[in-house]
């Protein structure tokens, strides 16, 4: 009787979960769809409000709409806050002509960090597929399990179980390490980089917003990020996460 109650609490839970989540994800899409009709409308005030209302507080956002609150941003003379938008644009969809419209905001011609290589793309394709990767090698795994189990007389000796412990292994990778470097752009006016998360470090450069770094770690005050091919530290006040 207990097991059976548990089994419908269960059920009820994951139900209401995914009823939930639809609610939520129709109240985006309308917001969305208002905002960006009022956008057309060139309600620019008001089309701001929602996007920025879906972007901080619900974490919900689109290319195009950021795009846009690039746009409205840069026509208030808020240039801070559109290359800031643009630059997570850029995280999105890496194109170039993203970075000269940054430069051009910012004023500066060398911006260090949004530079990709080959791999960079392949890596960022390959972990936006992360969920899906991690979903066929969990499939794979089952598969082979299944196959075990079918031909567990046959299957008798070490190598027949070679594939689940490889699929195993894969599955735990792409799960865990298959997932992008949180990135921010530097946004404090001027902004000091450091070779040591202290004030008494060497000062590597003295820089203006607009830069874009790959945080690696955080320590007190302090964000660890790659700048140009080596490891510094900028304060946590003059980055702002993407």
Known sequence: MQNSKAIFLTKFIIFLSVILQSFNCQANTSSLKKADSLFISKNYQEAMEIYESMLLEAESYSPAMLLKMAFVAEGRGDYANASFYLAKYYDINPNPRVISKIKSLTDQSNLIGY????????????????????????????????????????????????????????????????????????????????????????????????????????????????????????????????
């Open 115 to 242: 530079e990709l290589s080959d791999w960079d793309r392949f890596f960022k394709f390959a972990s936006d597929l992360q969920q899906e990767i991690t979903a066929v090698f969990s499939l794979f795994v089952l598969i082979s399990i299944i196959l075990l189990l079918i031909f567990k007389e046959k299957a008798n000796q070490p190598k027949y179980y070679i594939p689940v412990l490889l699929f195993i292994f894969l599955a735990f990778m792409s799960n865990n390490f298959l997932q992008e470097s949180s990135t921010g752009i530097v946004t404090g006016s001027p902004t000091i980089v450091m070779d040591k998360p202290t004030a008494g470090g060497k000062m590597i450069q003295n820089v203006d917003p607009g830069h874009r770094v790959i945080i690696k770690s955080s320590k007190d005050i302090w964000y660890e990020v790659k700048w140009g091919n080596k490891n510094a530290f900028i304060k946590k006040a003059s980055i702002t996460k993407l």
